[in-house]
């Protein structure tokens, strides 16, 4: 359905539906409730959006999950609208650039593992997707998930990566480990206004987002600390490279 023919079979102005979908006006319960109604949406999708709808706003909100976020909407949904994504794990290689034997030694699942591709491709369209800068410990390069012939094809594509367009990879390495940045996973997200920052760390139940000034101010400062602590682009291709070596060699 368009957005004139929405706005209008509402009695609402363009204008009106554009902002609510921005989130850059307030709403109520109510219209949430007329706009799903106008859309034929199901009841088990109404009782959802409207439970969403009702949530306080204090800055942050939680969405459960299975296992792993992958098919969380509200992480799509940013993913693909973000024009930066800035990403970090401390113990293995982030999710956003893992390949399927990675992904699938890593999780065991085929469901999950399809549902984590579909998202990559998304995102690493050539020319489309956002600028991604991602921080990779150096504990994931010397981690073996899966056997030595798939940390090697994972290396190989982290390599590789190394020379496409709006990706830069960024080895921190071992000597870090005492600084506290460096312990837990975070990701932040920068969009076109007005929609405002967000960032996201997961859990094994959950993924807790924050679009709280403050709290994204945190996590702005923990990714200027992590690009200070992490080797340059060209270092951490060669450390990839080396490693990719070092793995294959193992593996034959």
């Known amino acids: 359905m368009s957005a004139a023919n929405t706005a209008e079979g509402m009695g609402w102005s ?12 307030g709403t109520t319960s109510w219209e949430i ?24 706003d204090n800055g942050s909100f939680l969405r459960f999950h299975d296992q792993v976020p ?17 990403t ?11 390949t399927e034997d990675y992904a699938y030694a890593l999780t065991g699942d085929r469901t999950v593992t399809l549902a984590r591709m579909t998202r990559q491709n998304v995102l690493h369209q050539q020319g489309h997707g956002p600028e991604m800068t991602v921080f ?5 390069l010397r981690t073996t998930v899966g056997d030595p012939a ?7 594509h982290l390599a590789l990566m190394c020379g496409w367009d709006k990706f830069t990879p960024r080895v921190v390495p071992m000597s870090q480990s005492s600084d506290a940045v460096i312990r837990n996973q975070a990701t932040l997200l920068t969009f076109d206004a007005p929609i405002t920052p967000l960032a996201y760390a997961e859990t094994d139940a959950a993924t807790v987002f924050h679009d709280d000034p403050i709290a994204v101010t945190r996590y702005q400062a923990r990714m200027r600390r992590l690009a200070s ?21 193992e593996a034959q």
């Open 14 to 25: 363009l204008a009106k539906l554009s902002k609510l979908e921005t989130g850059s006006r």
């Open 33 to 56: 409730a007329t706009l799903i109604g106008r859309l034929g949406a199901d009841k088990a999708t109404r009782d959802r959006i409207l439970a969403i709808a009702s949530e306080p």
């Open 70 to 86: 992958d098919v969380l909407t509200a992480l799509t949904l940013h993913e693909r609208l973000a024009l930066t994504i800035t």
């Open 88 to 98: 970090y794990e401390p113990l293995t290689v982030p999710s956003l650039v893992q």
């Open 136 to 140: 990779v410990h150096e504990a994931a």
């Open 150 to 156: 798939v940390m090697r094809d994972q290396l190989l």
């Open 229 to 249: 602590l992490a080797l340059s682009p060209a270092r951490s291709h060669d450390l990839f490279a080396s490693w990719a070596d070092r793995y294959d060699r």
